[in-house]
């Protein structure tokens, strides 16, 4: 689904130096930047059959993408009960009450982050709300999951008394669709797609946990979008892919040539909210669970090596998942290992010698600034202040050369890039100054991380963003450049050549 416009009239802000916006026409034809003039001095000619759009001014960015997100549970758990901010099982009991007294299937609620609560919760108390009625409740990093006793025998899972964390979760996660009332339909996803247009999103990269790469060409055959998609694959599915011959860029069927093949994701170890992110030492607060005092590994360092390898040689790329520094040494000792391509995901505490090699190797590291808001205070009780220091290094990691891809993870933080972009510029979303203010980035280094490595000049892909508002306008200080960013007006979305979004 490709498209044809011109439009007039509109500054192309710059990305790559320090200079002011530049007046500019852009044509797109069919769906590929074909053609940039001058504005004024050197318009482009009017194109037979391609519809004009007046800019008025306003100011031109590539499409912007969010470099990590779990599409289908991004739209499933808007339905779901919101259990965010609960401080105990007995506020999520509470807040489950009025859904368990309306009729339907299985409950699920969403958000729940026991990492900081006094006591975990149990199986046996959410079975004394519920019956026999199901409930999956899904931790607001997703690396785990509270559910009673019939939502464990509908799965197929063992009877136990405490939540399901990591591998095991995940393959449970994956089979949540199987339970009553759960699996969207490719319909639902064209209202929250095109509330994505309207904050100037023409990509995502889909890290869904089942059959990305298969459901994304139904959406939009459906009529979803047009938005491009990355679709990423797991372990359990890698047969699969490979079989098929897909490599990372190539179209997939059906989609388009906006559904592409991804890269194969990889969960490295687990995550700060669930107590399971690997690191060197100990966590400062006790042990990070019984059986696993500094976090948890998934995979083995020689697994690891084993996976990228395969992947490589097979010609996809490989996105890692490392939270913690033990994680994030791991996964560049596997990249340089086996020698695959791709990226880090969330790089989250990570020292620099680390952040070296990852520039070294090419690798990218794709950050989710928005998690810091969750994580700023947990990180200081768990894992202390030192270490809190190399908690998402942008500044560190860019200065050394790592190319960065900033996302949000949705539904783990909302799936807003100027969201994700504020918080990388202020690092707080409070009234209190920066976290680590040294590791801040410019809101130019924040939107440049923002568009895929992407620019509006001929041979590139059809995706412009227009806005009402300069993003590197002159600002205070941070607080008000990130409050800048959070309200940005978009008018305009263009996809492909297809307008997505127009409020102009």
């Known amino acids: 689904m490709s498209g044809s416009v011109l439009v007039r009239g509109v500054r192309v802000v710059d990305l790559d130096g320090d200079g002011p916006a530049a007046p500019a026409d852009l044509l797109i034809a069919d769906g590929v930047v074909a053609a940039v003039g001058a504005g004024d001095t050197d318009p482009l000619p009017p194109r037979p059959g391609v519809s004009e759009i007046d800019g008025a001014g306003r100011w031109a960015i590539p499409g912007l993408w969010d470099a990590h997100v779990h599409a289908t549970q991004w739209v499933r758990t808007a339905r779901m009960v919101q259990l965010d901010g609960t401080d105990g099982p007995g506020a999520v009991l509470e807040l489950l009450a009025g859904a368990l007294r309306r009729p339907g299937g299985t409950v699920f609620g969403f958000g729940f982050r026991s990492a900081g609560w006094a006591r975990q919760p149990t199986v046996a108390e959410l079975d004394a709300v519920s019956g026999g009625r199901p409930v999956v409740l899904i931790s607001g990093d997703a690396h785990n999951g509270w559910l009673n006793s019939a939502a464990l025998a509908l799965l197929g899972a063992p009877a ?55 459901d994304w060409p139904r959406r939009l055959a459906a009529g979803v ?92 790329e490989v996105a890692l998942h490392a939270i913690g520094d033990r994680a994030n040494t791991a996964a560049v000792d596997a990249f340089a290992a086996a020698g695959g391509r791709g990226s880090v995901e969330h790089a989250q505490l990570i020292d620099q010698p680390t952040v070296r090699r990852l520039a070294a190797l090419g690798l990218t590291a794709s950050v989710q600034p928005a998690h ?76 440049a991380a923002s568009v895929d490595g992407r620019r509006l000049r001929p041979g590139e892909p059809g995706d412009l963003v227009l806005l009402d508002a300069d993003p590197l306008a002159p600002a205070p200080d941070p607080a008000a450049a990130a409050a800048a960013l959070r309200a940005m007006p978009v008018a305009l979305t263009v996809c492909a050549g297809t307008v997505t979004h127009r409020a102009l």
């Open 160 to 214: 136990r008394d405490e939540v399901v964390t990591e591998q095991e979760w995940f393959a449970l996660l994956r089979r949540i669709d199987e339970l009553p009332g759960s699996a969207p339909e490719p319909a639902d996803f064209a209202e929250p797609v095109s509330r994505l247009a309207a904050r100037g999103i023409t990509g995502l990269v889909d890290f869904e946990f089942a059959d990305s790469f298969v």
């Open 225 to 316: 979008g047009p938005v491009r998609v990355r679709c990423a694959v797991y372990p359990h599915q890698l047969g699969r892919v490979l079989a098929a011959g897909l490599r990372t860029g190539d179209a997939l069927p059906g989609g388009d040539a906006l559904a592409v093949m991804g890269a194969l994701k990889i969960i490295s170890d687990g995550s700060l909210g669930s107590r399971t992110a690997s690191t060197f030492a100990p966590y400062s607060d006790g042990p990070a669970t019984p059986d696993h005092p500094c976090g948890q590994a998934n995979y083995s360092p020689d697994e690891l090596a084993d996976l990228v390898r395969r992947a490589t040689g097979a010609g996809l």
């Open 372 to 447: 810091l808001l969750d994580d700023r205070d947990l990180t200081e009780g768990v894992w202390g202040s030192e270490r809190a220091a190399r908690c998402f290094p942008l500044r560190s990691m860019l200065d050394s050369g790592v190319r960065l891809a900033l996302g949000s993870d949705a539904p783990v933080a909302p799936l807003d890039p100027w969201l994700a972009m504020a918080c990388a510029v202020h690092r707080s979303g409070d009234e209190r100054p920066g976290w680590h203010a040294e590791q801040s980035l410019t809101a130019r280094e924040a939107l």
